[in-house]
């Protein structure tokens, strides 16, 4: 099995020359298949500390040459040249957004344990206010779902498969709706059994 290769300086001179010709010779590979299957104008200029003054220009000085000045004769607008900053400041977002996600799906997972050690009567120790809150809006969504489907089974027969399932969800339904209320009582919240008060 090949090990990965630690991204880092090679400190031997005569290490660091081979791995320098051959990753020159694989990005030229690579530059060349780009054109021929992508029918792109691609060059390179690598400027070797071991070569100063003499770098390598694929695919020949002529043709690199011609591409940078094609390339400085386009309009600004259209070069999409980023610097240092703003390629700091995109990628800084991206990532705020990846932990943001990442945050979501973790908290989600977070509450369905809580919510299952609920169901399973299970004691939760010291829970927050906020685990609790968002507790509640779980469970009330749950409760809505299970109502629906009361209504479905008062509307149709149904298989016995069917029947067995709503019956299952119901009395999951029932749980919830026990577990809510508990959480009522830390929240201060309206009970769910309590009909809306009149205007």
Same mark, same amino acid.
């Given at each position: 099995?090949? %090990?990965?290769? /630690?991204? $880092?300086? =090679? ?22 298949? %780009? ?5 792109? @104008? *691609?060059?390179? =200029? =690598? ?33 999409? =040249? ?7 400041? +995109?990628?800084?977002? /991206?990532?705020?957004?990846?932990? @943001?996600? $990442? ?19 299970? +004691?939760?120790?010291?829970?927050? *206010? ?9 469970? %009330?969504?749950? *409760? ?30 029932? %749980?919830? *709706? ?22």
């Amino acid at each position: 099995m090949r %090990m990965r290769l /630690k991204l $880092q300086f =090679i400190e031997n001179r005569n290490a660091r020359k081979q791995a320098y010709k051959k990753r020159k010779k694989g990005l030229s590979k690579k530059m060349d298949e %780009m054109c021929t299957l992508c029918a792109v @104008q *691609v060059c390179a =200029i =690598i400027n070797s500390p071991d070569h100063p003054g003499n770098p390598d220009i694929w695919p020949s000085p002529s043709e690199a040459l011609a591409l940078v000045e094609r390339f400085e004769a386009l309009p600004l607008n259209k070069k999409n =040249i980023m610097d240092q900053t703003t390629f700091l400041a +995109a990628e800084t977002k /991206k990532q705020k957004r990846y932990l @943001q996600k $990442q945050n979501q799906e973790n908290r989600k997972l977070e509450l369905k344990v809580f919510l299952d050690k609920i169901l399973n009567g299970e +004691a939760l120790g010291e829970i927050c *206010v906020d685990d609790l809150s968002d507790l509640y809006e779980i469970l %009330m969504k749950r *409760v809505e779902m299970f109502e629906g489907l009361k209504l479905v089974r008062g509307s149709t027969s149904g298989t016995k498969d069917e029947n067995g399932f709503i019956k299952e969800e119901m009395g999951t339904a029932s %749980m919830a *709706v026990e577990a809510s209320n508990d959480a009522k009582q830390h929240l201060n919240l309206p009970d769910l059994n309590e009909p809306p008060p009149e205007e």
